[in-house]
């Protein structure tokens, strides 16, 4: 077990907690009800939380619910994850200006401004630190990323319920966090409404000793318990996930790829969401006058005919190479390439498919026919 | 008429015969002939009643095509070590295309009317033949056949130059 | 000269998607369709590289795409790019003149090991264009002619008029210490070179197999080819080394385009040794 130091804070020392973040400069993101859709926007306050909301979601579906308590974290993970932020979808690069015979280059500056994630999942924590080791930890850094991950302050939420395509406790990534944060709260809806707050580092416990708070008893312990063990019980999927890599390497040709090709409209969804997903293309944009040119980066995804296009064609120019591609780079090479899997288990692309296509049937249905030492 | 003092040696000697049996070397011995060819000389054309296949001994063989209003294309070159003419084995026995020596070149040429007689009269020296044979066309087939990857994939040629 | 560029030399290092300019000193036309920059730094200061390694190389205004480069790498003040024109930026580089500056990040990728090969015998295998990227190596090979065995170029191209680096390969030729044995596809009669596949040339090169390394540098359906000809002549998959290609957009392993199963091509590739991707290569839009 983790020995975090533990307190319990009401919502108005969660109020608190997010006034002085504000005070002290943080821009704080967190979780908002939008056009029918819980996103990560920016919270001015508590009354920005999406209280007594829940959400519903399937293969292909997501909907908003009204609960009938006043949860401020009842929900799981919507479209949204925390890459938008530190990861942005459109980025400008530098900036180039004929001058002189010669070029004169601008890098575009990084924002002064750090984040505050409110309400970051266990499952998100694990993201975050995967694109860490993707983006920070290769032979070549990105500054950009960098810039944005540096001084990003934490508060994550312990899962009180498991969502319709989560699946974090096959891939070993919650629902409880374990590290990573500054803070993190578990929700105690019993006759009183309050947090169990653990504390994850010095930042966290300045923080916190700001605020409203009373030590933690064994029965705030143990109510927290409860609550991941209610969601760790009822996870919406499931994938054995020890043996992936080699079942998937081992089944390059299998004809499930074939019939989820038949599904599969390369639409691109599962990577727009996924939390882990990092791929990016850069292009020039030059004005009308020729005298300047920015180059500019934004998310790219796999399933596109660009994304693997040379000279004379793509090299993936079927459907079926292009989801085989996600998902072997996703659960299997991903471990060769940095270490452990690229999946969270959020269940994200199984929400955000139009055609429902769930990852985790997808392995199943490959492990169904394969060698017996991969059997569920 | 045909020398045959020193022609099981030289015979021997050539990759073709690799392995051959005694008895089947001696029956093909008898059907050869050593030959010199000029620079420039055609050795076959296209066309002709195809009388004998070749063993390269030394020098440089380029099998040629016509084309109406330029040069001939060399599409193949061969040399030592290498055979060439299989269309004695193929009705209606006419050679496909021409044959030159680039350079001065040495061969072994063996009558294919002989050769093809013996055959009929004797299937296992007939089977040692086609075993011989095969393998090397389908390699020439399946290595013409990238070299049309090849081409195809390059971008379009230049124009040709006037003659 | 440096005021003119509000990026400096430390901005470079510390962001690898910043360009460093150069401005194009010559145009060669080389065969159709191919031509070869020579270019030279604005900031002066020299370009080091390794034979094998590639460039990011930026036409303003009109895109940036990766280029191998193919010139003398004991040459720092010059870099060379030989470059085929197939597509929009590349058609537009066949048009930019002299004076033109362009933008230049690199160097990346794994260069040809060098050192794997002192000691023993050397063949070369490229077809049309593949000289380019193997030339740096070529150069460096026999800069160091004492350290390796046999040295032996096979080139093949189209035809008598597109033999790539002409003037290159007879001088080559004219050593008496290498052999080149170049094939065209097709000829006029009266030719008296090889016609046939550059296989015909790997059948005929005077080496020892097993002493041999092997530098390919072919489209990767011909690579195929060129390694079980190897095979044939004794010289194993594990000293076959071959270049790939793949897109690329960043050239420093962050973007995903130039994924091959695990590999980040731009930089655990664009070079491999054979054995070790044989499976990855045999997997069909990989």
Redesign the interface.
């Known amino acids: 077990m983790n020995e975090h130091a533990v307190a319990v804070i009401t919502p108005d020392g969660l109020a608190a907690l997010i006034g002085g973040l504000r005070d002290g400069g943080f821009r704080v993101i967190g979780p908002r009800l939008r056009e029918q859709t819980i996103v990560y926007d920016d919270i001015d306050s508590i009354a920005d939380l999406p209280a007594g909301w829940t959400d519903e979601q399937d293969g292909g579906h997501y909907r908003v619910r009204r609960r009938d308590d006043a949860a401020l974290f009842g929900y799981n993970v919507g479209p949204h994850a925390w890459k938008r932020f530190l990861h942005p979808p459109l980025l400008r690069l530098w900036r180039a200006e004929k001058a002189d015979g010669a070029l004169s280059v601008t890098a575009a500056a990084e924002p002064a401004e750090r984040y505050a994630f409110l309400a970051v999942r266990s499952c998100e924590l694990h993201a975050i630190a995967i694109q860490d080791r993707v983006l920070l930890q290769g032979p070549y850094v990105d500054p950009h990323y960098r810039a944005r991950r540096e001084g990003v302050f934490i508060v994550s939420v312990n899962c009180g319920q498991a969502g319709g395509t989560c699946f974090c406790t096959s891939m070993n990534t919650g629902p409880r966090a374990q590290e990573g944060f500054d803070l993190s709260l578990t929700e105690l809806l019993g006759d009183v409404h309050e947090f169990l707050v653990e504390v994850g580092s010095p930042q966290g416990a300045a923080l916190l000793a700001t605020v409203p708070h009373r030590p933690a008893g064994s029965a705030d312990t143990s109510a927290a318990a409860g609550v991941v063990a209610n969601a760790e019980g009822n996870m919406g999927r499931h994938m054995r996930s020890d043996d992936v890599r080699e079942l998937l390497l081992e089944n390059l040709e299998h004809p499930r790829w074939d019939d989820v090709a038949e599904r599969c409209l390369t639409c691109g969804n599962c990577t727009m969401v996924c939390p882990t997903c990092f791929c990016t293309t850069v292009w020039d944009e030059n004005d009308l006058s020729g005298e300047a040119s920015e180059r500019k980066r934004r998310w790219d995804s796999c399933f596109t005919m660009d994304f693997s296009y040379i000279h004379g064609g793509s090299i993936r120019s079927s459907g079926r190479s292009r989801y085989r591609q996600w998902i072997t780079h996703k659960l299997a090479n991903w471990v060769d390439q940095f270490g452990s899997s690229g999946c969270v288990g959020c269940g994200r692309c199984i929400t955000w498919c139009p055609v429902g296509i769930d990852i985790t049937e997808e392995v199943r249905a490959i492990r169904a026919t394969s060698a017996p030492q991969h059997g569920e | 008429m045909v020398q045959v003092v020193g022609l099981e040696a030289t015979l021997a000697a050539h990759p073709f015969a690799h392995d051959l049996d005694a008895g089947v070397l001696e029956l093909i011995v008898g059907c050869c002939s050593n030959a010199v060819y000029k620079p420039g000389a055609y050795i076959f054309r296209e066309a002709e009643a195809a009388q004998k296949f070749y063993l390269i001994r030394h020098g440089l063989v380029s099998l040629e095509i016509h084309v109406p209003q330029t040069a001939p294309i060399v599409v193949e070159t061969l040399e030592e070590g290498e055979i060439f003419g299989w269309s004695w084995l193929v009705p209606p026995y006419r050679w496909s295309n021409d044959a030159r020596a680039a350079e001065q070149v040495r061969l072994i040429e063996i009558d294919a009317a002989c050769l093809r007689g013996k055959m009929e009269a004797d299937r296992a020296l007939g089977y040692e033949i086609y075993k011989r044979f095969v393998p090397i066309m389908g390699k020439r087939l399946a290595t013409t056949r990238l070299r049309l990857v090849e081409l195809a994939m390059e971008p379009a040629p230049p124009p040709p130059k006037h003659r | 000269m440096d005021a003119?560029?509000?990026?400096t030399a430390a901005?470079l290092i510390?962001?690898?998607?910043?360009?460093r300019?150069f401005r194009i000193a010559q145009v060669t036309r080389e065969v159709?369709?191919v031509f070869t920059w020579t270019l030279k730094s604005?900031d002066r200061r020299g370009f080091g590289f390794q034979p094998g390694q590639f460039n990011m190389v930026?036409l303003?205004?009109?895109?940036?795409i990766p280029l191998s480069i193919s010139g003398d790498c004991r040459e720092p003040y010059t870099l060379v790019h030989t470059i085929?024109a197939?597509?929009p930026v590349?058609n537009m580089m066949q048009q930019a003149r002299p004076g033109t500056?362009v933008?230049v990040r690199g160097p990346f990728g794994r260069p040809w090991p060098i050192e794997a090969a002192v000691g023993c015998d050397v063949i070369f295998v490229t077809?049309?264009v593949g000289l380019a990227p193997l030339r740096p190596l070529i150069v460096e090979v026999l800069h160091r002619r004492d350290d390796f065995g046999k040295v032996v170029i096979c080139y093949?191209s189209?035809?008598t008029?597109?033999i790539l680096f002409e003037a290159d390969l007879h001088e080559w030729r004219a050593r008496f210490d290498t052999n080149v044995h170049v094939t065209v596809?097709?000829?006029?009669?009266?030719?008296?070179?090889?016609?046939?596949?550059v296989?015909?040339a790997i059948n005929?090169a005077r080496i020892d197999g097993a002493a041999t390394q092997a530098f390919v540098c072919r489209?990767e359906?011909?690579t195929r080819?060129a390694v079980a000809t190897l095979g044939e002549r004794g010289v194993t998959g594990d000293r076959v080394w071959v270049t790939l290609?793949?897109?690329m957009?960043?050239g420093?392993?962050?973007?995903?385009?130039c994924?091959f199963?695990?590999s980040?091509m731009c930089?655990d590739g664009p070079i491999y040794r054979f054995d070790q991707i044989e499976a990855l290569y045999s997997?069909?839009?990989?």
């Open positions: 003119l560029n509000a990026v901005d510390a962001d690898p998607m910043l360009p300019q159709p369709g604005l930026w303003p205004g009109v895109g940036e085929r197939v597509g590349t500056v933008g077809s049309t093949g189209r035809g008029e597109d596809h097709a000829a006029h009669s009266g030719y008296r070179g090889r016609v046939g596949g296989a015909a005929i489209s359906a011909l080819q290609e793949r897109s957009k960043c420093i392993g962050l973007c995903g385009h994924q199963g695990p980040f930089k997997v069909r839009e990989l």
